[in-house]
């Protein structure tokens, strides 16, 4: 068997990594590869990076792994004082977990517990929004809104109630931009309605739309709209940061830039920024209070949740971004960086929308920028802009699906927080030889 079966994906002709360094991959070849993307939004601070390595042989060093309910650690202590700092507050507790999919589990189990810890056991009903995505775990795909990813095990998914999604650029037909967050609120607070307030634990949802929509931040006011409606109906608000959080979007929580607090967070991918798989499910003080007054202590958690070593890695990843001030730098450099992707590729009439907030931003392509019509599925357009710049050197995170079903090709640009000035204006370049090849071979199929 070859190891492409035997891992499940296809390796033939993928180049082999040899190492990292800042803001580039290097392969075998001795290919330098720049990181447009950090994966899918994962390397926070380039690769390598000696200060992080050092924490983390530091900790090997000692100890690489305490176990939860035998031990704590210096570095759990510091990093979870962190993270509630950063989220304000109102929170009180986390959960430590190592990918996105359970640090959703997580939230989705603490809703579920809060509510039976409060008398209502009803309350166990879950509203997403379609073009979501929230992990490949069994519950987490279940409040996914990704027909593809959710087909082959959707008779085993729970029963989850899906709102329209919330884009500026394609919005429900017939409604105005103006309209768009008082329509989609009252949508959810119907949806709310229909099932009983009485049955639903909480509303998920993704503040700047990762993968699924390729970058859609929520449009302006629907943070507020949804809050409130959760709040009246005592539904519990979830947000999804996985991809948009941990400082991507240019503030630490993405929903800051909305002026509104969550009561469940799920942090990952930029956390420890791929140096150690960590994540997090961070919660309010009164949900950790009534967990703990009913039943002594949160029942959700895994073997290696708060590993030390992950812990020392996120710890010395979030001590880099604060000392260096590197949020700022999204906030404002991420401005820029828009804007000068809007002027490079903007001369592609096929170049539809560029958006996002911070070091997260979408370029999304359509046959006419007037009517927004897609590409055809079958044309591949985001997969043969991303094989081209791979090509020639420079990753960024092909996607497609914001118009529904396969439809809508977007690539995403996320970069490391401290890519130098250099690096952004060489990823720009290669982006655009990228989108102009595609698309003159694209006209020519
Ligand atoms: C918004 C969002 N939530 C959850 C997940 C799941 O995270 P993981 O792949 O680490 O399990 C992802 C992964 O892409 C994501 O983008």
Redesign the pocket.
């Known amino acids: 068997m070859t190891v492409s079966r035997a891992i499940g994906w296809e390796l033939d002709g993928m180049p082999r990594i040899m190492r990292g360094a800042g803001s580039y991959l290097y392969d075998d070849a001795g290919k330098r590869y720049l990181d447009g993307s950090g994966g ?2 994962a390397f926070s601070l380039g690769h390598a990076n000696p200060e992080v390595n050092a924490a983390i042989a530091a900790q090997l060093a000692q100890v690489a792994c305490g176990y939860r309910y035998l031990f704590t650690s210096d570095v759990l202590e510091q990093l979870t004082e962190m993270i509630l700092r950063y989220c304000g507050p109102l929170f009180g507790q986390i959960v430590f977990a190592s ?6 589990e997580g939230a989705m189990k603490v809703a579920l517990q809060y509510w039976v810890a409060r008398g209502r056991p009803d309350k166990c009903r879950f509203i997403a929004r379609e073009r ?6 069994l519950g ?1 795909l279940s409040l996914s809104g990704f027909a593809e990813r959710r087909k082959p095990f959707v008779r085993s998914l729970l029963d989850v109630s899906f709102v329209s999604a919330a884009n500026v650029y394609r919005p429900p037909v017939g409604v105005p931009p103006a309209q768009l967050a008082p329509e989609l609120a009252r949508e959810l607070e119907e949806r709310i309605l229909s099932l009983g307030a009485g049955n639903v634990a909480a509303f998920v949802f ?1 503040p700047v ?4 929509g390729g970058v859609v931040p929520a449009p302006p006011g629907y943070a507020q709209a949804v809050r409130e409606v959760c709040s009246r109906h005592d539904v519990l608000l979830i947000a ?1 940061e ?3 959080g941990s400082g991507r979007c240019g503030t630490w929580c993405a929903l800051e830039h909305d002026g509104v607090a969550a009561d469940i967070i ?1 942090v ?2 930029g956390l420890a920024g791929g140096y150690i ?1 960590l ?1 997090a499910t961070v919660f309010r003080r009164d949900i950790a209070a009534a967990i703990a007054d009913a039943h002594g202590s949160v029942l959700t958690g895994h073997t290696f949740s708060g590993h030390t070593a992950a812990c020392a890695a996120g710890l010395a990843v979030q001590r880099i971004i604060e000392r260096d001030a590197l949020l700022e730098r999204v906030r404002t450099r991420g401005e820029s960086l828009r804007a000068a992707l809007q002027a490079s590729l903007g001369r592609f009439a096929e170049v539809g929308d560029v958006r996002g907030r911070g070091y997260f931003i979408g370029i999304e392509f359509v046959r006419d920028r007037k009517t927004k019509e897609p590409f055809p599925e079958e044309r591949g357009l985001s997969a043969a802009i991303g094989r081209r710049a791979f090509q020639d050197g420079l990753i960024v995170f092909p996607c497609a699906g914001n118009a529904g079903r396969g439809l809508g090709d977007v690539i995403i640009i996320a970069p490391p927080y401290n890519a130098s000035d250099d690096e952004l204006s060489e990823l720009i370049d290669k982006l655009s030889r990228a989108v102009e090849a595609s698309l003159v071979e694209a006209h020519s199929a």
Not at 99 to 104: K, T
């Open positions: 899918p939004a990918s996105g999919s359970e640090a959703i979501s995505y929230h992990g490949s775990t987490a993704e739309v990762g993968a699924a999804d996985v991809m948009c799920a990952a991918k798989p994540a």
